[in-house]
Structure formats: C-alpha cells, structure tokens
C-alpha cells in the first residue's frame, strides 16, 4: 500500500511540473509575438496634408497674415537725381498664396536740360510661393502697375511746361525668395510688361527687375 501511494504522488508530481512548464512556455511565447498593424491605419494623402495645413493657417489671427515689405531706389550723377520709394503690404490667403497691395513714388532729375517728374502709383500683385528646401522658394507673379506721370519742363522760349499722364503696366513673370522667419525674406523679381510699346511707354525697356524684402 505504502509503494502504491508513494507511486501516485510521483506521477502527480510529474503531471504538475509538465502542465506548469507548458504554461510557462506559451505566456513567453505570446510576449513576443509581432504584433500586426493594425488594417484601420491610412497613410494621408498629399490633399489631407495640405488640407491640415490650411486649417492651421485660418486659425491663425489676423496679424500673423499680414505681411510688410518694399524696396528703395537711388541713383545719382552730376546731371540727374532719382529717388524711388515702394512700400508694399500684403496678405497671407493660404501658406503660399499671397495678394497685396504696393505704392510708388519716384522722384527725377535732369538738371541739364530743366526736367522734373513727380510720379505717384499703385502695384497690386498676387503670387503663388512653391516651397524647394531651407526656405529657398521660387514663384510666379502677376502685377498691374499704374502711375501718374507728372512732368515739369522748359521748352525753347523758356516757358514752364506742366503735364499729367497716367500709364499702365500689366507685368507677368517670376522670383526667387529666400525666407527669413514665417513672414520674411528677400525676393528677387523678373518681370515682362505685356503692355509695353517701344514708341509710347514710359521705360525704354519691357523688362522690370526688382529686389524687395518682406517682414
């Protein structure tokens, strides 16, 4: 009897350890399984990360759309003086799209010949920026440029002549800009006057090149 008992406590023994070593072997086992991902995930679409990015952009206030900017001109010889100042402001529609506003005056000189100009315009533009990398951006840009043309001069018989005029430029063409900040940068601008006409327009040339910086 005693044999028989010390039989079965070593067969139950034996069943215990086996049954706790499975269990011990599976609970590892499932701790390192990969796990799948999960098949609701979608990658976003170029459209939904844009989309993101003109939310963000409306949320913004006001001021943080607003830009500043402009560029200043000088030249001057023993016969003449030019001064042009153009001041801009404008307006961030989405992170890249932008509409403003610009204003001109240039002031000229011929000393040697009596002949004053007093011009006095506007610039308003739109642009599209399209961002390469470290804030280098390129973009195109149309513009229309409209300004009185002011004049004060003396004829033969040395009678001052006075004459206004007013002139239009529609101007299509590209730039380069480097930002500086979210705002900022300094663009560098190329543009075609589709109006111009050797004989009447104002420039002896179609091309407007411009630097200009933004804040």
């Known amino acids: ?19 706790a070593t499975a269990q011990v072997y599976n609970y590892v086992e499932d701790t390192t399984k990969t796990k799948e991902p999960s098949s609701e995930y979608k990658k976003p679409t170029d459209s939904d990360v844009d ?6 952009h409306s949320d913004l206030p006001l001021k943080d759309k607003i830009f500043f900017g402009g560029g200043l001109g000088f030249g001057f010889s023993n016969v003449h003086t030019q001064v042009a100042i153009l001041p801009m402001v404008g307006y961030m529609v989405t ?7 610009g204003f001109v005056y240039e002031y000229f ?27 280098l951006r390129v973009f195109p840009q ?7 043309n002011n004049r004060e001069y003396k004829i033969a018989n040395g009678e001052t002549i006075k004459d206004s005029i007013w002139r239009d430029q529609f101007l299509l063409g590209a730039g380069v800009s480097q930002g500086i900040g979210r705002k900022g940068g300094v ?11 050797e004989k009447t327009s104002y420039s002896n040339s179609p091309w ?6 933004a804040f």
């Open 95 to 101: 992170p890249n799209f932008q509409v403003g506003m």
């Open 109 to 135: 000189e011929r000393k040697d010949v009596s002949y004053k100009e007093n011009n006095y315009g506007i610039r308003p533009f739109m642009r599209y920026m399209i961002p390469l990398k470290d804030g």
């Open 51 to 56: 989309a993101f990015k003109d939310k963000k």
């Open 142 to 148: 149309a513009e229309y440029y409209g300004f009185s």
């Open 187 to 197: 663009n560098f601008i190329a543009l075609y006057d589709f109006s111009y006409d």
């Open 208 to 213: 407007v090149i411009r630097i200009e910086f």
């Open 1 to 19: 009897m005693k044999n028989i008992i010390t039989t079965l406590a070593l067969l139950l023994s034996i069943f215990v350890y086996t049954s």
